[in-house]
């Protein structure tokens, strides 16, 4: 509720609001009923933040998207601030402002390397995800070009969508702290799945195997996957060993056969997801 009252209460007004309800077992449902017609509510049942995206994706109407997960507040000000970048800088098709990091009900300090970056972005980008979905504005024809959130991932499908596109595209910085990003609870999605390592790993494996089709990477851009993806193979190759998961050691070993070889198929990897 917090969450969709810091949108109503925003200082911008131009905007329709999509709820999207996936799957909630709890009174999410009778909660929402107090805003009326102020919203739009979708319902379905619980299919994952990816879905809950794409379901929303497929029914807005505005020509730029700007997300919020449930556990984030908006700034009052961020749509009128961002509506101002946009006008500001009329070729911009993504950008993102700063957050205010909350964990455990206390303000803490990003790390050095959790600094966003601004225009390419591309091969920071591989090594964690350096996009936030509540802090990002999107023109909505970037998901006809590059595609919607991948359904099949659990966790880490920003960070996918964000590489994806930040190889072609620049992805700008707006320096202003516009929101609240919380964080530190037992029941965040990333709190619940081990080795995150894993599905950004099928996430190179899946962009170099695009790559081999159409050529979308430059050559720097290829380079840089490559190596990232080594690396995080190896550390899950080690992970591995270390705890003696031995099905999953043999399915990487082979994985990492292939990368070697530079047979990147995603069909092959999709073990990772599991």
Known sequence: VRSVMSVLEQTFSDYELIVVNDGSTDDTLQMLEQFGGKIQILNQKNSGVSAARNSALKVAGGCFIAFLDSDDIWHKNKLERQFNFIEHHPYVKIFQSNENWIRNGKRVNPKIKHLKPSGD??????????????????????????????????????????????????????????????????????????????????????????????????????????????????????????????????????????????KYSSTDCRFLLE
Request: charged content about 25%; aromatic content about 8%.
């Open 121 to 262: 972005i591309f091969k920071e980008s591989l090594l964690l995800c350096l996009v936030s979905p509540s802090a990002v504005v999107i023109k909505k024809d970037i998901f006809d070009e590059y595609g919607m959130f991948d359904e099949d991932m659990k966790v880490c499908e920003d960070y996918d969508m964000w590489l994806r596109v930040s190889c072609s595209e620049e992805i700008l910085l707006q320096n202003e702290m516009l929101l609240d990003k919380t964080g530190g609870h037992e029941d965040q999605l990333s709190s619940s799945q081990w080795g995150m390592d894993r599905f950004r790993v099928y996430s190179i494996i899946k962009l170099l195997e695009k790559n081999f089709v159409t050529g979308n990477l430059n050559s720097e851009q290829k380079h840089s996957a490559s190596v990232v993806l080594n690396e995080k193979l190896e550390v899950l190759l080690n992970g591995a060993e270390k705890r003696s998961n031995i099905p999953f050691l043999n399915n990487l070993q082979k994985l990492e056969s292939n990368v070697i070889s530079e």
